[in-house]
């Protein structure tokens, strides 16, 4: 019987991710030195697999992998979702170049909602109030390109202008507001068309519910 093991890449990576879950935890309850060393394995199998389908050597993977220690939870990026004379703000990545909702990685010691007004001051600079957490997005379901070795998980908050003006920053060189038929090139490691045409309809129906997986 052969094997079939014209697999996509994403389907590696995410078997990538699941043994280097499986490894974190292992190593973090080990009972004993065997056991960690069991663990270690497969954190190192997770790295070759991981270096076969990106750019990175799996020793610089390897290295990668264990700063992230402890028992494995999904990371956090948060996104301001602000309207205007029914436009949609978006900053322009300066690392490839495509537009985005402005936000990034959550910051210990800020809530979800500090961490989208520090975000959206930082990148298009405007100062917002939250109003409403629109949607909570698992990343590798929404087609986000490329995957990532780990989980995270993406919330998107309706936000309203206090102040400010625009400004770019070390991250973006643009901020504009577009219409919802002129979404220019998205930076899709970070926002997708289909995401923005939901925030569009929560926009023309402020009473439709927090979208989740």
Not at 55 to 69: G, H, N, P, V, Y
Not at 140 to 164: A, S, V, W
Not at 183 to 208: M, Q, V, Y
Request: with cysteine; aromatic share 10%.
């Amino acid at each position: 019987m052969s094997s079939n093991f014209s697999m996509e890449p994403f389907k590696w990576l995410t078997i990538a991710a699941e043994l280097k879950a499986i490894s974190q935890a292992g190593k973090t309850f080990a009972k004993d030195e065997y056991e960690k060393q069991r663990h270690e394995k497969i954190e190192w199998l997770a790295a070759q697999i991981l270096a076969k389908h990106t750019d990175l050597e799996a020793d610089e993977i390897r290295m990668m992998l264990q700063k992230d220690c402890g028992y494995p939870t999904p990371k956090t990026d948060c996104r301001g979702v602000i309207f205007k004379d029914n436009k949609i703000l978006l900053v322009k990545e300066i690392e490839d170049g495509g537009w985005t909702l402005p936000g990034g990685w959550c910051d210990i010691g800020l809530t979800a909602a500090e961490n989208v007004v520090r975000e959206v001051r930082e990148e298009a600079g405007f100062e917002v109030r939250v109003v409403k957490l629109l949607a909570v997005y698992d990343r590798n379901r929404q087609g986000h390109t490329p995957p990532y070795p780990f989980d995270i998980y993406k919330m998107f908050f309706l936000c309203e202008i206090t102040g400010g003006s625009p400004k770019t920053s070390n991250e973006t060189s643009d901020v504009k507001f577009f219409d919802e038929n002129e979404i220019p090139p998205l930076s899709r490691g970070r926002t997708l068309e289909h995401e923005i045409k939901r925030f569009f309809e929560h926009l023309r129906n402020p009473d439709l519910p927090t979208d989740y997986d």
